[in-house]
């Protein structure tokens, strides 16, 4: 199994017992967040949107990419990744 | 249920007429707080108000610069008594010599540049550190493209706190120097501002007591740039003009100004009429002009490659709400060549004496493409921003301006190099 650790952003951490990483597995990051969902019920919902794409405010990043530069939801997640997901509403 | 953020500071203090947050996509409610992206959808956070019964007199008898405002903004009534450098009240120049040589019949340049930092950020930022002060935060931080680092700096250094800058590396010299120069924690950072935006959110994950002024302060921290929306209005003698030219970055100063002039209408403080609100970007990194051209309501985020680095945000947080502004007032956003923006700041150098930062040539520039393509009406009173000092973005213009001659110090000498 491809194992990577997420970072939890702040508004996330309720899911997640107060931790800012937590390690989920998936060789994509729609397998990722699959098992994120197993772990912490409900987290899945707050980074997607009803139509399973993820929501317009929240930015994802494999390594230093950002998804939506790279395969969105399809994107590899190979083992020992860093997946950080990150509120958009941010800079400027 | 919905869960509850786990890093709550300590309550709201005062926040003056604030009263609460409201996601901007999803209409979920909240109180004031140390809150930045709605736990429901991430959707940015603005702040609602109940001004009672404010009027233009206590604005007018308020202090020379942005606190005679603070009756609209998330800050306590007194917040001019805490050391700040009070920005704001900067020139509403009217600029003849430009709008004739644009075609223009009535032309005024809000000129930022004369703020203690020399941009708009002083703004943001004052309104800022006073609503960090309230909500309980003990160091001021930002991302930076530049201009907010000096302002972040030297509102700190002011105000006797600790400040955490971070910018990109390759930020221009004269914006190193001029953050530097205050002292504070200053990081320069190996890559874009997108990565550097995306370092500070990730700290202030971790900083609990640091507050990312565009960050997880950001629904107060934007509310500063209300303030150039009011002083326009007020400056003109309590009116609208009836086309404004903005530079978009993130877009959250567009975005609020034109919440500033439906305030002012609300209020009625100004007469309530139509206004055109016109975006201004650099090809380089034009994402919101691009969105808007191809009829797109989201923001496709790009890599930025333009020598307007105050405006290179490549995924620019308050994008959509920008083509929701000018869609709904009739305006635009436009795109513009670096050697445009070079050649806009030397218009408005040469028209009127004012030497803009790299937005500011990317803001006339623009400007002089909507009247040319016939989208601006030239009858129409127009003002544009000049939102920074070209002082700090000298490389953009060294290679294309020098001094007439240089001779020797004898009248022959001047004669020779036929300068009379």
Redesign the interface.
């Known amino acids: 199994m491809s194992t990577v650790s997420v970072?939890i952003?702040?508004?996330l951490?309720?899911?997640t017992g107060?931790e800012?990483e937590v390690k989920a597995e998936g060789a994509t990051l729609r397998a990722v967040i699959a098992d994120l969902e197993a772990s912490h019920t409900?987290i899945a919902a707050?980074i997607l949107?009803d139509n399973g794409k993820i929501?317009?405010?929240?930015?994802v990043?494999v390594g230093?990419e950002?998804v939506?530069?790279a395969d969105g939801l399809d994107t590899a997640t190979p083992a020992g990744a860093q997946v950080?997901i990150?509120?958009?509403?941010?800079?400027? | 249920m919905a869960p509850t953020p786990v890093n709550d500071l300590t309550p709201a203090g005062n926040l003056g007429p604030a009263t609460a947050l409201v996601c901007r996509e999803c209409g979920h409610r909240r109180e004031l707080g140390a809150f930045y992206a709605c736990e429901e959808c991430f959707g940015p956070l603005e702040i609602e108000y109940d001004f009672g019964g404010l009027t233009r007199a206590d604005i007018e008898s308020g202090p020379a610069n942005i606190w005679r405002y603070r009756g609209l903004l998330p800050v306590p009534a007194n917040v001019a008594d805490t050391p700040n450098t009070e920005p704001g009240l900067t020139r509403l120049v009217r600029a003849d010599n430009l709008a004739e040589a644009l075609g223009l019949q009535r032309l005024w340049v809000k000129d930022d540049s004369g703020n203690p930092t020399h941009s708009f950020k002083d703004r943001v930022v004052a309104v800022a550190l006073a609503a960090a002060r309230e909500l309980g935060f003990k160091v001021l931080a930002c991302p930076s493209t530049g201009n907010l680092a000096n302002a972040v700096a030297a509102a700190a250094a002011r105000a006797g706190i600790r400040s955490a800058v971070f910018v990109p590396s390759n930020l221009e010299q004269q914006k190193i120097i001029t953050t530097a120069v205050y002292g504070g924690t200053f990081v320069t950072v190996d890559g874009n501002y997108d990565d550097v935006n995306r370092l500070a959110s990730e700290i202030a994950g971790e900083q609990e007591d640091w507050a990312f002024v565009n960050v997880n302060v950001r629904p107060y921290y934007a509310e500063g740039s209300k303030t150039l929306g009011y002083e326009i209005a007020e400056q003109l003698g309590w009116r609208l003009p009836d086309q404004i030219v903005v530079p978009v970055a993130s877009g959250s100063q567009l975005t609020k100004i034109d919440k500033a002039f439906q305030e002012l209408i609300k209020l009625g403080f100004v007469e309530d009429k139509p206004y055109r609100v016109f975006g201004a970007q650099a090809e380089g990194c034009g994402p919101v002009s691009a969105a808007f051209k191809a009829g797109h309501d989201v923001v496709r985020p790009v890599k930025p490659d333009t020598i307007a680095k105050s405006l290179a945000i490549g995924n620019p947080a308050d994008g959509p709400y920008v083509l929701d502004v000018v869609r709904r007032t009739g305006g635009a956003v436009e795109d513009v060549t670096d050697a445009q923006v070079v050649d806009g700041i030397r218009l408005l150098a040469r028209t009127e004496g004012i030497f803009g930062e790299t937005a500011g040539g990317v803001t006339v520039s623009v400007l002089k493409k909507l009247i040319d393509d016939g989208r601006l009406d030239p009858s129409a009173e127009t003002v544009i921003i000049n939102s920074g000092d070209g002082l700090k973005t000298l490389d953009a213009v060294s290679p294309v301006v020098a001094p007439s001659a240089n001779i020797a110090p004898s009248l022959a000498a001047f004669r020779a190099a036929g300068l009379a």
């Open positions: 970072r952003p702040t508004i951490r309720t899911y107060g800012s409900g707050r949107d929501r317009r405010f929240v930015n990043y230093d950002d939506r530069f950080s990150i509120p958009a509403v941010a800079g400027g």
